[in-house]
Nanobody, 114 residues
Framework: QVQLVESGGGLVQSGGSLRLSCAAS????????MGWFRQAPGKQRELVAR???????TYSDVVKGRFTISRDNAENTVLLQMNSLKPEDTGNYYC????????WGQGTQVTVSS
């Protein structure tokens, strides 16, 4: 069974940076599309970035130009480099192959202060 573990969140000032990491078990992770999702206070979970099994990224409009998603298939990890952070980026960040494809992990909290 695939298990997802997110890490790297924290408290950062507006304009700062964080790097999130997602570690996943299972052979399927090697070629499966993976995404980063976030759930902000008072909002539904939303997709912020996605990367194909072979490394092609896409981004939501609100993070494009600020976030970079990458992966290392050999290490079964997916990274999200977050730059120029804004208070509206605050939320709990999760990785998954899609909305509910696997059981959601605990997520990692990102808090951006003004």
């Amino acid at each position: 069974q695939v298990q997802l573990v997110e890490s790297g969140g924290g408290l950062v000032q507006s304009g700062g940076s964080l790097r999130l990491s997602c570690a996943a078990s299972g052979k399927m992770f090697i070629i499966t599309d993976m995404g980063w999702f976030r759930q902000a206070p008072g909002k539904q979970r939303e997709l912020v970035a996605r990367i194909t099994g072979y490394g092609s990224p896409t981004y939501s409009d609100v993070v494009k130009g600020r976030f970079t998603i990458s992966r290392d298939n050999a290490e079964n990890t997916v990274l999200l480099q977050m730059n120029s952070l804004k208070p509206e980026d605050t939320g709990n960040y999760y990785c998954n192959a899609g909305p509910g494809t696997y059981n959601w992990g605990q997520g990692t909290q990102v808090t951006v202060s003004s």
